[in-house]
């Protein structure tokens, strides 16, 4: 038995988020294209003692998040030991966070999948892509996207995935915010301010993808949540204009935000964006990737 495993996982970004009514527990209906982006976490996960489950974190955001039960890479690790009635094994895990915390970049969704790949080769489980998935949507509604990566639509709560046809590489400037938002206060103030939308994603998105068009891939990006994650940051909505003006193909707050993500015709212009945003004081930093890449591995 291995008893040390690396493995990346991406971020991702929501190329349309069409956001309809509530089911009985509360949750929207939702329509998304998810892209995965080469902006990742790394989560290196160690054989430890029976029962022993611990976490700590580099990079990003590293001081500000839990390390016990509150942190869903530590609730996805127990959640497979159980599922998998493991009584013999526990983990030591270090994740190397790259993804901004609290950003709609699906960061702490990210780790809990690259969790649930670690230790299930970790402790050799032979766990199949479908027994993964269904954990995955037990942990949240954004963890199975992040463990099939490309890009894939979404529908229900997030985690019916539909692989897409795509050509290309897409170029992409994320603007970060000083501030995280929370999911459900994005979502609440979606109820406060807006009324549910028709699910559907747009065709023109679907066939900008298809050819390969960052053009009409960029012109076609839609964000229900926008308005909400504005209300609650105004700041966003210059954010969003300073990357429009400085020449962006198209312009939309990532997710639940507040990252804002700018997609670029080239490597070159990403960095041209990257530069005009950066300076903005609204903005915390900038980063680059590019997408669509793999869901979370094995390195
Ligand atoms: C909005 C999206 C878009 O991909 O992601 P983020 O941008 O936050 O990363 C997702 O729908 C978020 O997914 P995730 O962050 O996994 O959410 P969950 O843990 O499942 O749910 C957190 C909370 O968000 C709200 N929620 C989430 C998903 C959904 N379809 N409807 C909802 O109303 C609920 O209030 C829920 O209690
Ligand atoms: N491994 C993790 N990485 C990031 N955030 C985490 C993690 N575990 C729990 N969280 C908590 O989840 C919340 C949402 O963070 P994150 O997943 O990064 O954002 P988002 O849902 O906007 O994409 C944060 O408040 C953070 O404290």
Redesign the pocket.
Request: charge should be neutral.
């Given at each position: 038995m291995t008893n040390s495993v690396r493995v990346r996982v991406p971020a991702?970004v929501?190329l349309a988020?069409r956001?309809g009514g509530?089911?009985e527990?509360?949750?929207?209906?939702?329509g998304?294209v998810?892209q995965a982006v080469s902006l990742g976490d790394e989560v290196r996960a160690t054989t430890a003692l029976p029962g022993q489950f611990r976490l700590s974190f580099l990079g990003e955001g590293a001081a500000f998040l839990p390390t016990d039960d509150g942190n869903?890479a530590i609730r996805a690790a127990k959640l497979l030991a159980r599922h998998f009635e493991r009584t013999d094994v526990g983990v030591s895990m270090v994740i190397r966070k790259r993804i901004p915390v609290a950003?709609?970049?699906?960061?702490?969704?990210a780790d809990a999948a690259a969790v649930l790949v670690a230790c299930n080769a970790l402790w050799d489980l032979g766990a199949t892509r479908s027994q993964l998935h269904d954990l995955a949507a037990a942990?949240?509604?954004?963890?199975p996207?992040l463990l099939m990566g490309g890009t894939a639509i979404?529908t229900?709560?997030?985690?019916d995935l539909t692989p897409v046809l795509t050509d290309g590489t897409y170029h992409w400037t994320f603007a970060l915010s000083h501030a995280g938002?929370s999911?459900?206060a994005?979502?609440?103030e979606f109820d406060r301010i807006s009324a549910p939308r028709p699910t559907e994603i747009p065709a023109e998105l679907l066939e900008g993808l298809r050819v390969g068009d960052a053009h009409k891939v960029g012109a076609a990006l839609i964000n229900d949540?926008e308005e909400a994650a504005i209300s609650l940051q105004p700041t966003l909505a210059h954010t969003l204009k300073i990357g429009l003006e400085a020449g962006a193909l198209g312009a939309i707050v990532?997710?639940?935000?507040p990252t804002c993500a700018f997609l670029a015709g080239s490597d070159g212009h990403a960095a041209e964006l990257a530069e005009a945003l950066g300076v903005f004081s609204g903005v915390r930093a900038v980063r680059r990737a590019h997408g669509p890449v793999a869901g979370a591995q094995v390195l």
């Open positions: 991702k929501n988020l956001v509530t089911d527990q509360g949750f929207h209906e939702l998304t998810f869903l950003g709609g970049m699906a960061g702490g969704s942990l949240g509604s954004d963890v996207f979404g229900g709560r997030g985690v938002l999911t459900p994005v979502f609440k949540l990532s997710g639940s935000g």
